[in-house]
């Protein structure tokens, strides 16, 4: 096998981690996940990762409930990192050799994010977790995702998503004849609001020219199919 791009920006969801608990990590999930990753850095592939909290909580559902949203956000930013923890432990047990980079200061246990040594570690074959989204408020972490990613000049996004195996035309969980797409531009996932990823995320995509693919996580060995050229899943671009 052979790897179609050289560095990607994996973005995870935090709620996968729960397995079917539906809260917390599961660690049978995180070793997966981790198996998978080596055998995609096998290949000779530097990856960078971006990770989500919502196994723990979700910012703008916290804030639906009352809490402030500023506050949820941060909170929901601790909550990546905590993934991102557990997420180095069960790579370094795979046995490679990993950092986590986060965009909120917190030296005792990671490193500040700073984009060349991001790219410095990718060069000396390290998996770089990219933890606390952008650091600011009322940012998701898909936008986290592609701000890394195009800041570090990967060469796509590889949206892996909880359940779903990539971009349909309405949700497949609430009408089941909705249609999956194999393609779609950016305008039309802008256009008719398609619950790739944020708005936002969306379009700096776009701006930036960096495709994504959407494809579903719980699948084992999909992420080695995304990276080797293998069509599943959705492209977006």
């Keep these: 096998m052979k790897a179609v791009f050289g560095r990607v920006v994996l973005k995870l969801s935090g709620e996968a981690l729960a397995g079917d608990n539906g809260f917390g990590i599961a660690p049978g999930v995180l070793r997966g996940i981790a198996r998978e990753i080596r055998e995609v850095h096998s290949l000779g592939v530097q990856v960078g990762i971006v990770i989500g909290g ?21 909170m929901g930013m601790m909550a990546s990192v905590i993934n991102g923890l557990a997420l180095q432990d069960s790579l370094e047990t795979e046995g490679l050799s990993t950092r986590v980079l986060t965009a909120l200061e917190i030296k005792q246990v990671a490193e500040p994010y700073i984009r060349r040594r991001a790219v410095r570690h990718l060069e000396k074959s390290r998996v770089v977790i990219f933890a606390a989204g952008t650091g600011n408020p009322y940012f998701t972490t898909d936008t986290a995702a592609v701000l890394r990613a195009v ?69 084992a060995g999909n992420i080695r199919k995304v990276v080797t050229g293998e069509k599943i899943g959705t492209r977006v671009g």
Excluded: W
Excluded at 169 to 175: E, L, Q, S, Y
Excluded at 187 to 215: H, S, Y
């Design 54 to 74: 919502g196994n723990v909580i979700r910012g703008v559902k916290a804030a639906a409930e009352g809490l402030d949203r500023t506050s949820a956000d941060y």
């Design 151 to 219: 800041e570090i000049e990967a060469e796509v996004v590889l949206m892996a998503k909880h359940g779903v195996d990539g971009v349909y035309d309405a949700d497949p969980r609430i009408t089941p004849d909705a249609r999956r797409y194999d393609e779609v531009s950016f305008d039309e996932a802008i256009r008719k609001n398609l619950r790739v990823m944020d708005q936002t995320a969306i379009a700096l995509c776009r701006e930036n020219g960096l495709p994504m693919v959407v494809f579903d996580m719980n699948v």
